[in-house]
């Protein structure tokens, strides 16, 4: 049987949201004392947590999840440790490229989700230059995962990277966490979002099996 390996941020009203977003909102809504049983409501947007963007996010054309088939959120992984790496350059990723052409999705583990909480999770994190972005969509990626905040530096105004990848059908997994347990090989990897109508993007419960 294969180890699962849990890539998922636990949801809760602490946690680090992207500048500018509302934060999550957990409330009792009913409890055991009230009505005799247990309901939480949960307000948060598409974006917080662990996530996964759809291309309509960016890209007024593009599709929402719920257009996707599930299939396309589950599939072969490579994860490329870019610890040591203030960017991520397109001549980094050709260093992975025998890997990455048998690959539905890409991980980035920088290690920054050890900063998970903390004012430093939203600073300084290697981010792709634009060639880059541009050489990943020339693989047949489901999706680009990192484990911090955005593909772009939260500075950004025009949020280039996304388009870049959104623009080509590519959806992108943010606030990943523990990629630093993965192997160097290939592995399953899942990010199950949850089924929205019109979705630019949902929470996910993503996770390994090595």
Not at 39 to 60: C, F, R, S
Not at 110 to 121: F, I
């Amino acid at each position: 049987m294969k180890k699962i390996i849990d890539l998922t941020h636990t949801m809760n009203e602490k946690i680090n949201v992207y500048p500018g977003s509302p934060k999550v909102s957990l409330r009792k809504a009913d409890t055991h004392e009230k009505t005799g049983y247990a309901v939480l409501e949960l307000k948060t947007i598409t974006h917080n947590g662990t996530h996964i963007d759809a291309p309509y996010h960016m890209i007024k054309e593009g599709r929402t999840l719920d257009k996707f088939p599930i299939s396309n959120f589950i599939g072969k992984a490579v994860c490329i440790n870019c610890s040591k790496e203030k960017e991520i350059t397109a001549g980094f990723i050709n260093e992975f490229e025998k890997l990455i052409l048998k690959a539905d999705f890409v991980l980035f583990n920088s290690g920054w989700s050890k900063k998970w909480n903390k004012k430093s999770y939203l600073e300084s994190y290697p981010v792709l230059t634009e060639e880059a972005a541009e050489r990943l969509t020339k693989f047949r990626l489901k999706a680009i995962g990192l484990d911090y905040i955005s593909i772009d530096p939260v500075t950004s105004t025009d949020m280039k990277l996304h388009k870049i990848i959104l623009s080509k059908d590519i959806c992108i997994i943010e606030n990943l966490k523990g990629l630093y347990k993965l192997p160097a090989g290939l592995f399953d990897f899942y990010c199950i979002p949850l089924k929205i109508e019109n979705a630019d993007g949902s929470p996910v419960r993503a996770f390994a099996a090595i």
